[in-house]
């Protein structure tokens, strides 16, 4: 029996506030782990008026600039879908990776399934944090990325950019990954 092949995605969302529903998904990145040229991202206008101040304070974004220059999220989701699928054709499976996936997936699996009706990743995410935790034995503290940075040394930073910190979780995995090989 041969395996699915995985095709798997590094995603990031930025949203107003910390549950779908209630606040919105202001911005989705994502990227193939192992070729960062393929890329998506797009703003989303939002759904709701509610915002928690300091989620939209670190991301510069602002609802009142998305409500005009954001897509619609079911033409949002429509392309993410479109893109998902041109990179992770028939016969492969999408595998969503999150760092701190628990609260990105939250937020695409609502929208994918109010806006389209499915989620393309179906009901699972791979988490980096989780990843990092049970691989080192380290404590739930030092899983964050400022701490794993420190010890796999990444070129590139997170900045509250759904596509840059995409990419740069990307890398973060792909040092891990790289690292629990070594060991």
């Given at each position: 029996?041969?395996?699915?092949?995985?095709?798997?995605?590094?995603?990031?969302?930025?949203?107003?506030?910390?549950?779908?529903?209630?606040?919105?998904?202001?911005?989705?990145?994502?990227?193939?782990?192992?070729?960062?040229?393929?890329?998506?991202?797009?703003?989303?206008?939002?759904?709701?008026?509610?915002?928690?101040?300091?989620?939209?304070?670190?991301?510069?974004?602002?609802?009142?600039?998305?409500?005009?220059?954001?897509?619609?999220?079911?033409?949002?989701?429509?392309?993410?879908?479109?893109?998902?699928?041109?990179?992770?054709?028939?016969?492969?499976?999408?595998?969503?990776?999150g760092f701190?996936?628990?609260?990105?997936?939250?937020?695409?699996?609502?929208?994918?399934?109010?806006?389209?009706?499915?989620?393309?990743?179906?009901?699972?995410?791979?988490?980096?944090?989780?990843?990092?935790?049970?691989?080192?034995?380290?404590?739930w503290e030092?899983?964050?990325?400022?701490?794993?940075?420190?010890?796999?040394?990444?070129?590139?930073?997170?900045?509250?950019?759904?596509?840059?910190?995409?990419?740069?979780?990307?890398?973060?995995?792909?040092?891990?990954?790289?690292?629990?090989?070594?060991?």
């Open positions: 029996m041969t395996a699915t092949p995985e095709i798997f995605i590094s995603v990031d969302v930025e949203a107003s506030g910390p549950i779908p529903g209630e606040y919105s998904m202001l911005s989705i990145g994502a990227c193939l782990m192992f070729d960062e040229a393929q890329t998506f991202s797009c703003y989303l206008k939002p759904i709701s008026d509610r915002y928690v101040p300091e989620a939209l304070e670190v991301t510069g974004l602002s609802l009142e600039g998305l409500r005009s220059e954001g897509l619609d999220p079911r033409e949002a989701m429509q392309r993410f879908q479109n893109w998902i699928e041109q990179v992770a054709p028939e016969g492969t499976r999408a595998v969503f990776v701190n996936a628990s609260f990105d997936w939250s937020f695409v699996n609502y929208y994918f399934h109010y806006f389209l009706g499915q989620n393309p990743f179906g009901i699972a995410a791979l988490d980096i944090k989780s990843m990092y935790f049970g691989a080192t034995r380290s404590t030092q899983t964050r990325s400022s701490a794993i940075a420190k010890t796999v040394n990444p070129r590139k930073k997170g900045d509250h950019d759904a596509l840059h910190d995409a990419v740069y979780q990307a890398e973060l995995f792909r040092l891990i990954q790289a690292q629990l090989m070594n060991d």
